[in-house]
């Protein structure tokens, strides 16, 4: 295993040496652990371009069932010690931006409170990345937009009302019951990207409207940061009670536009039970979250 290491280390430190300090090893050492891998495996596994450590052909094919075995034999240490009550229990979450932002503060918080020697690993993705991190074992949950995951094995959670996000400049009303679609695309539009769809960009579709896009972010504060400074709206999933802390103005559109957030997760019998512990809970005060 100490070889599947090396190599997972070596393409995320993008050195042999970063990755030798890390597993306490000598370079040497770990470069000749790279060489028996290649050795045992009948082809090369990296290549160097423009100073840049990559896979080859025949490493990109295998790297996956790489990431496979080591996230099993972290699987396989974890549940030893659940078992023996060696360590802290750790619940690894994979989420979407706005989520990791918006829900999950509290949800932890809450959790923390009956249960403190549970730690939390919160990995951000996307609605492509999060089913892929949660079947490779990166993560044991994934919540996510269903709708944007359509073949994921989702238990739905909750619906989730999007909003805009205006700066406080825009000549809007905030006594407007609601704000038309076709007013916005008069205005630089700010998209909060969480994966390859998009509910706004669907219903300004379906509307037969076309947003003038500036700009694209994958982060949710960053996105309001945008706002804030009057570079332009968005629309995204946001507490109505922001507004009162940033310079900006929250007004719900007209149509609704809403989307469905699911929570996925490892086969019951790999994940611990402090991550089924949290699933449980997730799933009983979901519909308290705004």
Not at 23 to 35: D, H
Not at 112 to 133: A, Y
Request: aromatic share 6%.
């Amino acid at each position: 295993m100490n070889k599947y290491w090396a190599l997972k280390l070596v393409l995320e430190k993008q050195s042999i040496t970063k990755a030798a300090q890390i597993m306490g090893y000598s370079q040497p050492a770990v470069s000749q652990m790279l060489t028996s891998l290649e050795q045992e495996l009948g082809f090369p596994l990296l290549s160097k371009q423009r100073q840049t450590l990559k896979l080859t052909k025949e490493g990109q094919a295998i790297y996956p069932f790489i990431v496979k075995l080591i996230n099993d034999q972290q699987a396989l240490i974890d549940k030893q010690h659940e078992i023996t009550n060696q360590a802290n229990r750790l619940i690894r979450i994979a989420t979407i931006p706005s989520i990791s932002q918006q829900w999950l503060p509290e949800l932890i918080s809450a959790f923390q409170f009956q249960n403190p020697n549970v730690d939390f690993s919160i990995i951000q993705g996307d609605n492509v990345s999060i089913p892929r991190l949660v079947e490779n074992g990166d993560a044991e949950l994934g919540i996510l937009n269903q709708d944007a995951a359509p073949d994921c094995d989702c238990e739905f959670l909750k619906e989730q009302t999007l909003r805009a996000v205006l700066p406080k400049s825009y000549p809007f009303s905030s006594d407007l019951n609601a704000l038309n679609l076709a007013e916005l695309t008069k205005y630089p539009y700010i998209l909060l990207e969480e994966g390859l769809h998009s509910e706004s960009l669907s219903q300004f579709k379906s509307a037969g409207l076309k947003p003038h896009i500036k700009m694209r972010l994958h982060d949710s504060f960053s996105t309001l940061l945008m706002v804030e400074q009057g570079l332009g709206y968005t629309i995204m999933p946001v507490d109505q009670s922001l507004d009162d802390h940033h310079q900006i103005r929250i007004l719900p559109t007209s149509p609704i536009i809403t989307r469905k957030i699911g929570i996925l997760s490892k086969n019951e019998i790999l994940m611990t039970s402090a991550a089924e512990k949290f699933k449980k809970f997730v799933k009983k005060h979901a519909q308290e979250l705004n």
